[in-house]
C-alpha cells in the first residue's frame, strides 16, 4: 500500500510558492529530499488530502486542515486505522452478495440449517436488490429501504408470476432474518469488517391466530375432504401435531403404542401415546409404503396439501379467509386447554418448551370468566355440594359487609393527624353525655 500527500486542490487557479502543493511520498522524505523553506511556506490556503491504493482501487479522503505538518500526522493516524480495517476498507478481495449467498447455501445451509430450501427461495428476493452489490456496500440504509419497498410490492417473491404483490410484515422479517444469517457468516469467514445488519431492526408483528374451528366447522370440513386428505385432518384434530410432522411420519415411527416425531420444528423429539382415536386413523392407511400419508397417485409422500386443503375448505363452505392448515393444531390444543388439562400434559403433546408459547392457544370464554369470577373466596368452610346461587349471594353480602366496615382509604397517620383525631373524639364524647 503506498501513501502519498496529494496536491491541494484549490477552487480557483491561482500562483502558487515554490515548492508548496507538491505531492511528497514517505520515502522521499525519509530521504531528506524535503526542501527547505519557510514555517509559512508549510501552510496553503487549501485543504490537503491523502491518497492510497488497496487492492487495484485508489481511495483519498481530506485532511480537512491546511497545515501540512498536521497534515501529515493525521496520515500517520489513518494508516494503522485502514491497515486493521476500521476505516470501512476491506482487506479481501471483492465479492457480491449473489456470489457469496451460493457459498453459504453450499457450506452452510445445505449442512447445518433444515429451511436450506426455504432459503433459497427467499435468496431469489434477496438477489434482486442486493445481488450485483459488493458486500461492504450494502448499507444500514439500503436495508430499511427494501423492508419498506418489500412491504410495498416492488419486489417479486418466490414463484410469482406478473405484477408483484405487497407481503405481510411477518414475510419481510423472515427474509430479514436471511439476510442477517448471510452477512454474519461473511463477517465470520472474513468476507467482511462489520455487519451491517446488525442493528436493523425487525417490524413489528402480531401474528397470533385466535381462530380455532367450532363442531359443526369441523363436522363439514371432514365430510367435504377426500380419502387421503380426510385422514390427515383427522389425524391433526386429535394430535394436534404440525402438518409438517404428520406428512413426515414412518411407520416404524408408530410402534410399541407410541407415535414419536423426529422432524420437528424445535428440532427435538416428541413422542404421544397411541389413543383408540389414533390407532383408528393409522389402521385405515395402507403398509405398503415408508411413510404413513402416502400420495396414492404418486405412491411418495406428500410435499405439500395446501391447496387441497383449500378447495376442501371451499366445498365445506367456509370462506372466511382465516383458516389455515395450523388452525387444525390450534383447534385440537385449545380444546383440550379447555377441558382442563394441565399446561404440562399439553405441552408434551405439542412439543412445546415453555408455557409462554402454549399460552397462545388458551382462549377463555365469558361462561369460563364468569365461572372463575364466582368462586367462593371468603368462605373456605363452605360444603362442596351447595347451590351455586346460594354460593353466589353469600359471598355477595359477605362482602358488601366487609366492604361497609371498612370506611375506605386509611390516610397515614401523622403527628398533627393524631392530635386532631383525638381532639375530635373527645368532642364527640361530651356531646354522646349532653
Known sequence: MTIAFAVCAPSLPRPRPAGVGVALTGAAVDAGLRPRRSRSAWRCEHLWWYRFRLNGRNYRATTQTALKRQAFDIEARERPRCLEGRHGIRRQPDITFRQFSETYLRDHADVH???????????????????????????????????????????????????????QAGTVNRELDTLKSILSKAVDWGKLIESPARRVRRLKVDNRRTRILT???????????????????????????????????????????????????????????????????????????????????????????????????TRAG????????????????????????????????????????????????????????????????????????????????????????SGGRREARTRALRVRTRRESGGNAQRDKG
Request: hydrophobic share 40%; aromatic share 6%.
Open 215 to 313: 363442531e359443526d366447522e369441523q363436522g363439514r370440513l371432514l365430510a367435504a375432504c377426500r380419502l387421503k386428505m380426510r385422514s390427515i385432518v383427522a389425524f391433526a384434530l386429535v394430535t394436534g401435531a404440525r402438518i409438517g410432522e404428520i406428512l413426515s411420519l414412518r411407520w416404524e415411527d408408530c410402534d410399541d403404542g407410541y407415535v414419536t416425531f423426529w422432524e420437528t420444528k424445535s428440532g427435538n423429539r416428541a413422542g404421544i401415546p397411541s389413543s383408540p382415536a389414533i390407532a383408528s386413523v393409522l389402521a385405515a392407511q395402507p403398509r405398503q409404503h415408508p411413510f404413513v400419508f402416502t400420495n396414492p397417485r404418486t405412491e411418495a409422500p406428500f410435499k405439500s396439501v395446501r391447496q387441497v386443503f383449500g378447495r376442501a375448505l
Open 113 to 167: 440449517k433444515r429451511s436450506a430450501d426455504r432459503d433459497r427461495e427467499i435468496l431469489v428476493v434477496l438477489n434482486q436488490c442486493f445481488g450485483t452489490l459488493i458486500l461492504h456496500e450494502i448499507t444500514m440504509h439500503r436495508i430499511e429501504q427494501f423492508k419498506r419497498e418489500r412491504l410495498a410490492g416492488k419486489w417479486r417473491g418466490h414463484g410469482q408470476t406478473g405484477t408483484a404483490k405487497a407481503i
Open 318 to 405: 367456509i370462506t372466511t379467509n382465516d383458516v389455515t392448515l395450523n388452525t387444525l393444531r390450534h383447534t385440537a390444543l385449545s380444546r383440550m386447554i379447555a377441558q382442563g388439562v394441565d399446561d404440562f400434559t399439553v405441552m408434551e403433546i405439542s412439543g412445546h418448551s415453555t408455557t409462554r408459547m402454549l399460552a397462545r392457544y388458551a382462549h377463555p370464554t365469558e361462561e369460563r370468566k364468569m365461572g372463575a369470577l364466582s368462586l367462593p373466596w371468603l368462605s373456605t368452610k363452605r360444603a362442596q355440594n351447595t347451590n351455586a346461587a346460594a354460593e353466589d349471594s353469600t359471598t355477595a353480602s359477605e362482602l358488601a359487609n366487609l366492604l361497609k366496615d
